[in-house]
Nanobody, 113 residues
Framework: QVQLVESGGGLVQPGGSLRLSCVAS????????MKWYRQAPGKERELVAY????????NYADSVKARFTISRDNAKNTLYLRMNSLNPEDTAVYYC??????RGQGTQVTVSS
């Protein structure tokens, strides 16, 4: 049974930082390209970042470049998203997704003073 469980979201002030985690099970994590998406109320889903199977390919949405860092630990079956310099426009539900399209339930990130 495939499971993706995100954590690490919360309420943070503008300029703050968070680190999201996504623990995967039920598939070969190391063989899967992994992605972080986000969706804000009333907005389209946005691909935030993706990472190749051995960090060989990493890409970010223009809106988060230089502020977010995606990484993975294949030994722990865990995907990360480090988010710095957060602003209110980053408020959304963030969720991870595997190559096969499985995704977690998401974790809420709220940036507000």
């Amino acid at each position: 049974q495939v499971q993706l469980v995100e954590s690490g979201g919360g309420l943070v002030q503008p300029g703050g930082s968070l680190r999201l985690s996504c623990v995967a099970s039920g598939f070969i994590f190391s063989a899967s390209v992994m992605k972080w998406y986000r969706q804000a109320p009333g907005k389209e889903r946005e691909l935030v970042a993706y990472i190749g199977t051995r960090d060989g390919a990493i890409n970010y949405a223009d809106s988060v470049k230089a502020r977010f860092t995606i990484s993975r630990d294949n030994a722990k079956n865990t995907l990360y998203l480090r988010m710095n310099s957060l602003n209110p426009e980053d408020t959304a539900v963030y969720y991870c997704q595997s190559t096969a399209g499985y995704r977690g339930q998401g974790t809420q990130v709220t940036v507000s003073s």
